[in-house]
Nanobody
Framework: QVQLVESGGGTVQAGGSLNLSCVAS????????MGWFRQAPGKERDFVAG????????RYSNSVEGRFTIARDNGKSTVYLQMNNLKPEDTAVYYC???????????????????WGQGTQVTVSS
């Protein structure tokens, strides 16, 4: 069983940056595809970014492409989400997720993830 713990959320003004981290424990991190999702109040949980097990392939939602970067450090069992040029519509709880589906590409669907963190709040003020 893999446990995921996010950190790095907070409140920032529009145009600012935040770097989220997610540390994994209890499994073989280098074999797990990782992703970030977010959920705003009253809305569904949406895909933000995903990276495959090696870090060599990543995918992004259209709304964050060019502003967010996902990266992983298998030696530290950690996945990151660097968020730049933040907008008020980026305000949400951000969740880290892990997938044991044996794919060489990033997993986009939330149903493809087996493990979830507790979430970290990101608030962007205008």
């Amino acid at each position: 069983q893999v446990q995921l713990v996010e950190s790095g959320g907070g409140t920032v003004q529009a145009g600012g940056s935040l770097n989220l981290s997610c540390v994994a424990s209890g499994g073989t991190f280098a074999k797990i595809n990782m992703g970030w999702f977010r959920q705003a109040p009253g809305k569904e949980r949406d895909f933000v970014a995903g990276v495959n097990w090696s870090g060599g392939q990543a995918r992004y939602s259209n709304s964050v492409e060019g502003r967010f970067t996902i990266a992983r450090d298998n030696g530290k069992s950690t996945v990151y989400l660097q968020m730049n040029n933040l907008k008020p519509e980026d305000t949400a709880v951000y969740y880290c997720a892990g997938s044991e589906i044996p794919l060489t590409v990033a997993v986009v669907r939330s149903s493809g993830y087996d493990y979830w963190g507790q979430g970290t709040q990101v608030t962007v003020s205008s």
